[in-house]
């Protein structure tokens, strides 16, 4: 009778999680709790086996943001980052992505996430898609070369981005650039 008991627990405790989970299988969503669903305005099994693209702002932000956590999820099985998603109305919002691969030979065929709205504390301000991934990657601390290896631009591209952000935003570094679109007081 234990077993029962334990399995209960578990869905409850999965249902029930105060952030968003879901378990997919090649960026196909398989399993979601109530969190997640309601995160991005959806109900019930509308979700189920559909491609996490719906999820995004454009096809071209779910090809590329899923590109760039193939290689940590092979090394580490792991991956985070925080993203703008969509929601069913088309709303954009800020995300805390944190995801673990249960195959790293093959990282997205199974994997299981976790996601947390981030709106209340950092509003979306109006950016490009290449000016999203600019500021994405250097909130996770990455040089503009890294950057442009991983965009697959050339460094004085992400730097000329870099430059206009700044003139954009009205701010003198990068410091302040993150600061400033991630909703947070100034330095």
Known sequence: MTDALDYEMLSTAFEEAPVGIVMTRHRVIRYYNKAFAHMFGYEGDELRDRSFAILYPSLDEFVKIGNVGVQPLRDTGRYSDERI?????????????????????????????SMADLSHERPVIKMTMRERQIVMHLGEGRTSKNIARILEISPRTVEAYRARLLKKFDVSNVAELLSHVGGMPGA
């Open 85 to 113: 998603m969509a929601r069913r109305d088309g709303t954009l919002f800020w995300c805390r992505v944190r995801g673990n691969s249960l195959t790293r030979n093959e990282p997205l065929a199974h994997a299981v996430w």
